[in-house]
Structure formats: structure tokens, C-alpha cells
């Protein structure tokens, strides 16, 4: 059951010394006010924090829909004792308040970045949900949707795939299927999938063409709650019938809205492609750009070749995007910098690439 879920002989690993407390996985499937929809190796349950778990004030917050937790099944729930590390966490930053950042799902593999070909093509909002996409630890694609209805996607996916530097970007359509093959391609079985996107753009309607009948049959479940009284229970995790996941929660859909409207100046994505380009030529592979000798970046920036203000502009949205993460959410720390090792490394394969190309 559990493997349907994500789970891999990595997590088997790192739950060891859970299992020898006489723990069990299981993945948060939905959370509502202070009860949490679990799957575990024998099925669905009803989770609820232990009083420990309340009272030690866990730093990286409650569990999110997303998150594997080590629970003590008994009878019909369980109790959750822990939240196990995230390999991903997208976190909602409360505007100008000074509050702490949300942590709103978890452990997303791939993060659909959907924009319409029908009139939605917006570069700063998708390099802003690329940024997104980054911050959280997921690998992004972007989905040009309503191909139906654009004659000729080719320009705009050529013109979308310029600002995204490397990041795939295909054009597909939930009315007559062109693009969903492609897309299969990165709905492999156990992966988690969100869709990130303006209203409108056909992320409802995407997720209904991928899941077919199964939506309708899992989405809303009807099921007693604690005092016997029937509730219907949105399920936020949901089982496509390829073996993916898509999470889809009221939090992420907020998180979306709040993207879009956020606007952006930074050309994140431009520069992170330019900085990776220069730092082929640094004299160390893990080279931080900063006193390092040998440094091709500080090079760069001394003979004018990289503009001064991109690069600050770069540092400082690659530095906000970090401590969002950072800051907010411990456990993603070892996430993070395995994602920046990974989009570096991806730099430097994207810039091979294009040279083999150009030869
Ligand atoms: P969401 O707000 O992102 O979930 O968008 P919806 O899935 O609700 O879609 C918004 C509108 O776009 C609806 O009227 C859909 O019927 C329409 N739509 C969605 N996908 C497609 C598509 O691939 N082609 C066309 N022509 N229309 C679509
Ligand atoms: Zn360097």
C-alpha cells in the first residue's frame, strides 16, 4: 500500500530508528482542523499529534498534507509522533508581518507550473513559480495548457523556453490530449505531483483528464468523525491511475493566487543560467562565487562581463528563497542544499548540452 504512496527503500532507511520505538509510516493524505488523514501499510486512518508532539513545540510545525509521519496505530487511528525529514516543502511567507512562513504541503517531487496558451503567457508570474518551484526542493515542468485552442504553439514554447533556462516546457491540452503522453513521463509510480497556476488556467481540468473515473471516486469520501456524525472528507493526496500522486490542497491553491499577484523583478531564472555558465570555467567545482581563487564569477563581475546588479539581484532572491526554507522549515535544510547542488549540476549539463548543439 504504502509504496503506492511514495514510499522507497530510502524513507525504509531513514525509519529505522522510528521502527525500533515501534513506530509506523504513514503519509498525510489530508489534514482538517487538527485531524490528520493518514495511509499507512494497512490502509486509511485518522491521525491525531500526541500530547508530546503538541507541547515540545516541533519546529518544523504540524504535519502537512504531503508529510510522512511515524505514527502508534490503535484500533481505528493513530497517534503521530513524529514528522519525518522533507525532501520538499513549499512554504506560504506571511507578507509583511514578520511571522513565520507556513509550511503549506511537502515532500512534492514535480511541480506543474501551468500557464495558458489561450492568454495567460506571463513571464515575470512563471519565473516567479519557478522560484517557487526552486524554494521548495521540487523539480519543475512547465505546462502550456488549452493547446486546443492556439494554432501554433511552437513560438511560444521556444519564447517560454528562453526565460526558463533548461527547465522542460511543454504544450498540452486536457480537451484533445496532445502533450499528456509527455507529461506521463513525469508522472512516474510514487512520485508527487502539484499543479501551480492562475484561476483558470485548466488545472482542475487537467487533474480530472489524468485521473479519469478515479477522481470521482476517491475525491470526497463520506465517513463518520469521532462523534459518529458523517462528514465528507476531501481527500487532498490523490491516486492517479499511472501510480502518481497529485496533491492538490486549498493551500497550495492560495499559494498559487498569491504568486500570481506577487509580481517580480527578479530574472532569477536568466541569471541563475548565466552565473552557471560562468562557474563552468571556476577553478573549484563547489566553488561559492565569493573569496574563492580561481573564481570565473568574481572574474566576470571585474571586467564587466556579468552586469554587477544581476548578480546582486540574483543573490538576493537565491538568498530570501533560502531562508525561506531555511528558516522556516529545519527539516528542509539538508533538502536545500542538495537542491542547489542539483540545479548547479543541471546547469552544467544544460550548458554541455548546448555546446555539443552549437559544435
Ligand atoms: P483551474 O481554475 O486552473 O482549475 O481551471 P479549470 O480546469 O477550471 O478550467 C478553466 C476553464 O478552461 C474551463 O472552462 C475549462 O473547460 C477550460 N479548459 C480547461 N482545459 C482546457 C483545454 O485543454 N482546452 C480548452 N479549450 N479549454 C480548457
Ligand atoms: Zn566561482
Request: charged share 15%; with cysteine.
Given at each position: 500500500m504504502l509504496t503506492h504512496y511514495g514510499w522507497s527503500d530510502a524513507l525504509q532507511h531513514d525509519f529505522a530508528p522510528y521502527a525500533a520505538r515501534g513506530l509506523a509510516p504513514a503519509r498525510v493524505t489530508a489534514q482538517h482542523r487538527g485531524l490528520w488523514r493518514l495511509m499507512g501499510e494497512a490502509g486509511e486512518m485518522e491521525g491525531r499529534l500526541s500530547g508530546r508532539f503538541v507541547h515540545q513545540a516541533f519546529e518544523g510545525g504540524y504535519p502537512v498534507t504531503g508529510d510522512w509521519v511515524a505514527v502508534e496505530p490503535h484500533g481505528e487511528g493513530a497517534t503521530?509522533?513524529?514528522?519525518?525529514?522533507?525532501?520538499?516543502?513549499?512554504?506560504?511567507?506571511?507578507?509583511?508581518?514578520?511571522?513565520?512562513?507556513?509550511?503549506?504541503?511537502?515532500?512534492?517531487?514535480?511541480?506543474?507550473?501551468?500557464?495558458?496558451?489561450?492568454?495567460?503567457?506571463?513571464?515575470?508570474?512563471?519565473?516567479?513559480?519557478?522560484?517557487?518551484?526552486?524554494?521548495?526542493?521540487?523539480?519543475?515542468?512547465?505546462?502550456?495548457?488549452?493547446?486546443?485552442?492556439?494554432?501554433?504553439?511552437?513560438?511560444?514554447?521556444?519564447?517560454?523556453?528562453?526565460?526558463?533556462?533548461?527547465?522542460?516546457?511543454?504544450?498540452?491540452?486536457?480537451?484533445?490530449?496532445?502533450?499528456?503522453?509527455?507529461?506521463?513521463?513525469?508522472?512516474?509510480?510514487?512520485?508527487?505531483?502539484?499543479?501551480?497556476?492562475?484561476?483558470?488556467?485548466?488545472?482542475?481540468?487537467?487533474?480530472?483528464?489524468?485521473?479519469?473515473?478515479?477522481?470521482?471516486?476517491?475525491?470526497?469520501?463520506?465517513?463518520?468523525?469521532?462523534?459518529?456524525?458523517?462528514?465528507?472528507?476531501?481527500?487532498?493526496?490523490?491516486?492517479?491511475?499511472?501510480?502518481?500522486?497529485?496533491?492538490d490542497t486549498p493551500g497550495m491553491r492560495e499559494l498559487g493566487l498569491w504568486q500570481a499577484e506577487a509580481g517580480v523583478e527578479a530574472v532569477f531564472a536568466d541569471a541563475t543560467a548565466e552565473v552557471e555558465r560562468l562557474a563552468e570555467a571556476c577553478r573549484f567545482r563547489d566553488c561559492a562565487h565569493g573569496r574563492e581563487p580561481g573564481c570565473a564569477v568574481q572574474a566576470a563581475l571585474a571586467d564587466g562581463t556579468l552586469d554587477a546588479a544581476r548578480w546582486r539581484s540574483f543573490q538576493k532572491l537565491r538568498k530570501e528563497l533560502a531562508h525561506a526554507v531555511r528558516q522556516e522549515d529545519p527539516l528542509a535544510r539538508a533538502a536545500e542544499r542538495k537542491r542547489w547542488a542539483a540545479v548547479h549540476k543541471a546547469g552544467r549539463a544544460r550548458t554541455r548540452a548546448k555546446r555539443e548543439m552549437d559544435d
Open positions: 503521530i509522533a513524529a514528522v519525518l525529514p522533507r525532501a520538499s516543502a513549499f512554504t506560504r511567507q506571511a507578507a509583511g508581518t514578520g511571522q513565520a512562513a507556513q509550511v503549506v504541503a511537502a515532500n512534492v517531487d514535480v511541480a506543474l507550473l501551468t500557464a495558458s496558451l489561450n492568454g495567460d503567457l506571463n513571464a515575470r508570474r512563471l519565473e516567479r513559480y519557478l522560484a517557487t518551484a526552486y524554494a521548495s526542493g521540487a523539480e519543475p515542468v512547465i505546462l502550456l495548457t488549452k493547446a486546443d485552442l492556439c494554432p501554433d504553439p511552437a513560438p511560444l514554447v521556444a519564447e517560454v523556453e528562453a526565460i526558463a533556462c533548461g527547465v522542460p516546457v511543454l504544450a498540452v491540452s486536457a480537451a484533445n490530449g496532445e502533450g499528456l503522453a509527455a507529461l506521463a513521463g513525469w508522472l512516474k509510480p510514487g512520485r508527487t505531483a502539484v499543479l501551480l497556476g492562475s484561476s483558470g488556467v485548466g488545472k482542475s481540468t487537467l487533474v480530472n483528464a489524468l485521473s479519469g473515473e478515479a477522481r470521482m471516486a476517491t475525491a470526497a469520501i463520506r465517513e463518520a468523525d469521532a462523534h459518529g456524525r458523517h462528514t465528507t472528507t476531501h481527500r487532498e493526496l490523490i491516486a492517479l491511475p499511472s501510480g502518481a500522486l497529485i496533491l
